[in-house]
């Protein structure tokens, strides 16, 4: 599956070794779930996907480079598709990560999905 390498690199170097983040490739992506749940995607059509709920939509659609997340021709209702300019600086990066990850913290773990965090050393490098 294609997707920005660079940006999946600099989303593990900024989440560091948190044991609660799991990787999975889904949604056109690389997806990183908390306790089951999508908190962010590192989409293969450019850009993230990052889960903001539908109360957080209106306030950052106001956003810069912000729209809204699609699959097909279907709206995701609580999710936003951030332009790579939004994320220049690790700084920024980390408040989009943060948005997703102050989502899904409140929700309860999902049962049917049981992902493990990859081994460093068992991850695919790819170009870039």
């Not at 992506?29 to 709920?53: E, P, T």
């Not at 957080?56 to 480079?65: A, N, W, Y």
């Not at 790579?84 to 102050?102: F, I, N, V």
Request: charged share 25%.
């Amino acid at each position: 599956m294609a997707y920005d390498q660079k940006t999946a690199a600099r989303v593990r170097r900024l989440l560091g070794s948190r044991p609660d983040i799991a990787e999975k490739e889904m949604m056109g992506g690389l997806s990183f779930l908390v306790n089951g749940h999508i908190a962010f995607s590192v989409s293969g059509r450019g850009g993230m996907l990052i889960r903001v709920g539908a109360e957080g939509m209106d306030r950052l659609l106001k956003e810069q480079h912000v729209q809204p997340a699609a699959m097909g021709a279907r709206t995701m209702t609580g999710f936003v598709r951030v332009a790579p300019e939004a994320y220049r600086s690790d700084a920024a990066l980390t408040k989009w990560l943060q948005c997703g990850l102050d989502l899904v913290a409140a929700m309860p773990a999902t049962k049917s999905v049981k992902l493990r965090r990859p081994n460093p050393s068992q991850r695919r490098r790819g170009p870039g």
